[in-house]
């Protein structure tokens, strides 16, 4: 009865150990599929780090582009409302222009009736003074006709400095519009 259960035992013990070498061996396994997994889980995570550095990289670069974007559309804006005024200003410089050359033109019409008259005096000169008045009427005409002659140099004068604002402004406006243009593209 005794060797019966030797045996026994020295079968079970040979099971135990068969197991054992069963489970040595899926150890190994386990632990060579846990190496291969920290490994794949480290190549992960060393991954997701890069892809979280590309991604606060391209939000960096979204954020200065909408800024860029933002300050882009200002700017335009802004050139476009001094497009305009500089539209309004020189709109209202030709029609200070056009004043300026209907009084310039009324003031000539009026010289020139003045002068006709002056011309028609003159002709009447002898039967209305006397030789000895002659010289001091003939004076005062000419200091008359002076005085107009001055006075229309300097509208004219004044013509032609509002004529040369005038393009000043005007190849300001077309700088302005080529500027805006060369940003917008």
Known sequence: MHEP???QLMGKLRRLQ????????????IKCVSDS??????SLQTEAYQQEGILK???????KLQFQS?????????QLN??????ELLEQYRCEIQEFKLK????????ENQLLHLIEQHKNLHSVFSLERLPDEITSAKNRRSQLLAAEQMKLAQLHRLQEELEEMEEHKQRATTAAETQGE
């Open 70 to 78: 933002a300050e882009s559309e200002q700017d335009s804006v802004r």
């Open 82 to 87: 001094q497009n305009r005024k500089s539209e």
């Open 104 to 111: 310039h033109r009324k003031q000539r019409m009026k010289f």
């Open 37 to 42: 997994s920290q490994k794949e889980l480290a």
């Open 5 to 7: 259960k030797v045996e």
């Open 18 to 29: 068969q197991g054992k070498i069963i489970l040595e061996e899926e150890i190994k396994e």
């Open 57 to 63: 990289e391209k939000e960096e670069l979204c954020r």
